[in-house]
Nanobody, 123 residues
Framework: QVQLVESGGGLVQAGGSLRLSCAAS????????MAWFRQAPGKEREFVAA????????YYSDSLKGRFTISRDNAKNMVYLQMNSLKPEDTAVYYC????????????????WGQGTQVTVSS
């Protein structure tokens, strides 16, 4: 069983950038597809991006592709989300998730979750 801890959230102005990090422990990191989700106030949690076990394949929410980049460092058991050109509508709690399967976008399709990190984008 893997434990996930997110960090790197904060307050940023519109147009700025943030890099979120997720540290994994307690499991074999390379056994998992890693993903980021987000949940804005009053909205359902939504898929942001995912990366495969080796880090060579990624896929994104169509609405975010081009501004966000997911990556992982298997030597450090870390996954990252680089967020550029941030907009106020990107304000949300961002969650790291892990699952042994590939190609999933549903919140009920990921077995392990972190506690989330708040990202607030001011206009």
């Amino acid at each position: 069983q893997v434990q996930l801890v997110e960090s790197g959230g904060g307050l940023v102005q519109a147009g700025g950038s943030l890099r979120l990090s997720c540290a994994a422990s307690g499991g074999t990191f390379t056994s998992y597809t890693m993903a980021w989700f987000r949940q804005a106030p009053g909205k359902e949690r939504e898929f942001v991006a995912a990366i495969n076990r080796a880090g060579g394949l990624t896929y994104y929410s169509d609405s975010l592709k081009g501004r966000f980049t997911i990556s992982r460092d298997n030597a450090k058991n870390m996954v990252y989300l680089q967020m550029n050109s941030l907009k106020p509508e990107d304000t949300a709690v961002y969650y790291c998730a892990a699952d042994s399967r590939w190609g999933r976008r549903g919140t009920n399709e990921y077995a392990y979750w972190g506690q989330g990190t708040q990202v607030t984008v001011s206009s």
